[in-house]
């Protein structure tokens, strides 16, 4: 099956439920989708895929609605009257939809309904529980907050507890393992924000159903669609507070911020009031994200849009595309690097030369000095390091430990890299290792320097006859 690259326009936030619904949109597999959550064994709940529409917008939706509680998840994220209100109007919009949920719905279909709602739950609406990855902290909180989904018993599920549900379900090993990730990557920011351990996050009955379905099926939808690279706009996120389990919190709230600062997730705080980015949302990101950047130029293959349970004066849609590169390079592969720089005029060459060696010692692509005119007549060097985005602290600790500098710019850069492969070549003065370039059907040679110097010393050869014997050996030795 063909590869696909997803890109994910996240400008208005993006949670779960979102994912899953924009990944449908674009074509991944309902059938698939089921049959896989029903192998993962955990009942209470169901799902209903409909079209609905976000500021005139056709979207689908995706819905996990919880055994007992004909509200869909999305009753849980009103917290304050304009949302209730805006919401409501989502009902109507339902009406016209046979198989949606509110067809079903034991309570009146009318502007109060979050308020019959409420009466049941015998408690002011603010104080509704909404969070649902919920670390279990207040038992008697969360039974009371909970009272209406009639499960009857109070599980709490860690970690370990849902990474052996995933791994008894016949999902492909690679959607497991998107899903596991994606469930870490919770489990570590709820046990940051919380001060506990990893293990001692639990997840509250309700909270682990609806995260393992949103969770599960984004991991499900993405392996259904052969999605191998993902490239993520910044995040656009709300401000003010939103009240959940832990009563309330600032937003972006305090698991957002910890995944987005474990993974350098790059926000973009908008006037906006509300919540736009979950927890969840921020950590399917995390997961998955490959890129930051789009190709020069692209085609767009496949849009698939995914409504958001909350609306606010932006539409609450995340947009997902299939795209293909169609830069003027794509004939050569390409990838993203990061360029680490900074300006020193104050350190030795020594100390700027065992930088060197470190820095590429522990996995630095390349380093560099150029010398640079600075500010106040000073001479000084430009210091460039090329690495990998999992390098970057790495390097970064190195340059402020061992040199002079204070501040380290870094910037995300594209590279087009010919594929390349490494032969040897035997010579009548010995062995030596050629570099296999291919660019446009034509093989480029090059003979490795350290080789070629242990050549020429060996035989007193001069350094160009050698390179050029070389090359001529392996035109021989490599013609395909
Ligand atoms: O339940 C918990 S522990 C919880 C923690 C936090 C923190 O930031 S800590 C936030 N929330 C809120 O819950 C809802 C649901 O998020 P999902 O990712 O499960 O969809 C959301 O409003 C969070 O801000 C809950
Ligand atoms: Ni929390």
Redesign the pocket.
């Known amino acids: 099956m063909k590869k696909s690259k997803l890109y994910l326009e996240c400008y208005s936030g993006i949670?779960?439920d979102m994912t899953v619904a924009a990944l449908l949109d674009l074509g991944a597999d309902q059938k698939v989708l089921m049959d896989g959550l029903k192998s993962l064994n955990v009942d209470g709940y169901r799902v209903v895929i409909s079209r609905k529409t976000r500021n005139s917008i056709e979207v689908c939706d995706f819905d996990v609605i919880l055994e007992g509680n004909e509200h869909s998840h999305s009753h849980?994220?009103h917290l304050d009257n304009n949302e209730n209100h805006v919401n409501n109007h989502e009902h109507t919009l339902s009406h016209h939809h046979n198989h949606d949920h509110i067809h079903e719905h034991p309570h009146d279909h009318n502007h109060d309904h979050e308020y019959n709602h409420e009466h049941e739950h015998d408690h002011d609406h603010h104080t509704h529980d909404?969070?649902?990855?919920?670390?279990h902290v207040d038992h008697a909180t969360l039974r009371h907050n909970h009272n209406t989904l009639h499960l009857g018993h109070h599980e709490h599920r860690n970690l370990h507890d849902i990474n052996e549900i995933i791994e008894h379900s016949s999902i492909t090993p690679h959607a497991k393992e998107i899903a596991k990730r994606i469930f870490r990557i919770?489990a570590e920011a709820?046990a940051k924000?919380?001060g506990k351990p990893i293990e001692e996050v639990h997840f509250h009955e309700v909270?682990a159903i609806?995260?393992i379905v949103?969770i599960v099926a984004t991991a499900i939808c993405l392996d259904n669609l052969n999605i191998t690279e993902v490239i993520v706009s910044e995040l656009y996120e709300g401000t003010g507070q939103?009240r959940?389990?832990?009563g309330i919190?600032p937003i972006p709230?305090?698991?957002?911020v910890n995944i987005s600062s474990a993974y350098q997730l790059p926000l973009h705080i908008t006037s906006m009031k509300g919540?736009l980015i979950?927890?969840?949302?921020a950590a399917i990101v995390a997961a998955i994200r490959t890129s930051n950047t789009l190709p020069q130029s692209f085609k767009v293959m496949k849009i698939g849009l995914g409504g958001g349970k909350r609306e606010y004066e932006v539409p609450s849609i995340l947009r997902a595309m299939l795209i293909e590169d169609t830069s003027t390079m794509s004939t050569v592969p390409t990838d993203t690097v990061w360029v680490l720089e900074a300006n020193i005029d104050d350190c030795s060459g020594e100390a700027l030369s065992f930088a060197m060696e470190l820095l590429l010692e522990r996995g630095a692509k390349d380093v560099y000095y150029t010398p640079i005119y600075m500010k106040k007549n000073r001479p000084a060097y430009l210091m460039g390091v090329l690495c990998a985005e999992d390098k970057i602290a790495a390097m970064e600790d190195i340059l402020f430990t061992h040199t002079t500098t204070i501040g380290i710019r870094r910037t995300e850069v594209m590279r087009s890299t010919l594929s390349r492969e490494s032969h040897t070549v035997s010579t009548p003065y010995g062995q030596c290792t050629v570099k296999v370039c291919s660019y446009n059907g034509h093989q480029y040679l090059y003979p490795e320097f350290e080789d070629i110097k242990s050549l020429c010393i060996a035989s007193d050869m001069d350094y160009q006859s050698m390179y050029r014997m070389v090359q001529s050996y392996a035109e021989q030795q490599l013609e395909d």
């Open positions: 949670s779960g849980e994220h909404h969070a649902h990855a919920d670390l919770v709820e924000a919380h909270g609806d995260s949103d939103i959940c389990q832990h919190l709230v305090p698991a957002v919540e979950t927890p969840t949302g």
